[in-house]
Nanobody, 121 residues
Framework: QVQLVESGGGLVQAGGSLRLSCAAS????????MGWYRQAPGKQRELAAR???????NYADSVKGRFTISRDSAKNTVYLQMNSLKPEDTAVYYC???????????????WGKGTLVTVSS
C-alpha cells in the first residue's frame, strides 16, 4: 500500500501565503505523478497542480502565476506553495499520486485524507 500524509493547511487572509506538504510512504516501486486536487463546498474535485516524474508541471488556469508545485524525489514528497491567495481558493486540498507498488505491474491512484485551506476576505 501507498500512504499519503498531508500537512500545512489552515486559515489565512486574502493575499497571504500557505505551503502544503505531502509525503508518500509504503512499498513504492515508482512514482509517476504527484499532485494536488481541491474540492470547494458544493463543487467537484478539480486539479490544482501536478508534477510528472520527468519534472513537467501542470496547473489549473485559476492558480497559474500564484501557485508553485515542487518535489523532493529522495523523500517522495511534494510541496504546493500558494501565494496571493483568494477567497475562491478555499477548499479541501487532496494530495494524489499515481504510483506503482513494489511487486506490482500496474500503476494506481492514491489519495490523502485532505487538508482544509480557508482564505478569508
Amino acid at each position: 500500500q501507498v500512504q499519503l500524509v498531508e500537512s500545512g493547511g489552515g486559515l489565512v487572509q486574502a493575499g497571504g501565503s500557505l505551503r502544503l506538504s505531502c509525503a508518500a510512504s509504503g512499498s513504492i516501486f515508482r512514482i509517476n505523478t504527484m499532485g494536488w486536487y481541491r474540492q470547494a463546498p458544493g463543487k467537484q474535485r478539480e486539479l490544482a497542480a501536478r508534477i510528472i516524474s520527468g519534472g513537467t508541471t501542470n496547473y489549473a488556469d485559476s492558480v497559474k502565476g500564484r501557485f508553485t508545485i515542487s518535489r523532493d524525489s529522495a523523500k517522495n514528497t511534494v510541496y504546493l506553495q500558494m501565494n496571493s491567495l483568494k477567497p475562491e481558493d478555499t477548499a479541501v486540498y487532496y494530495c494524489n499520486t499515481n504510483a506503482v507498488e513494489s511487486g506490482s505491474f500496474y500503476a494506481m491512484n492514491y489519495w490523502g485524507k485532505g487538508t482544509l485551506v480557508t482564505v478569508s476576505s
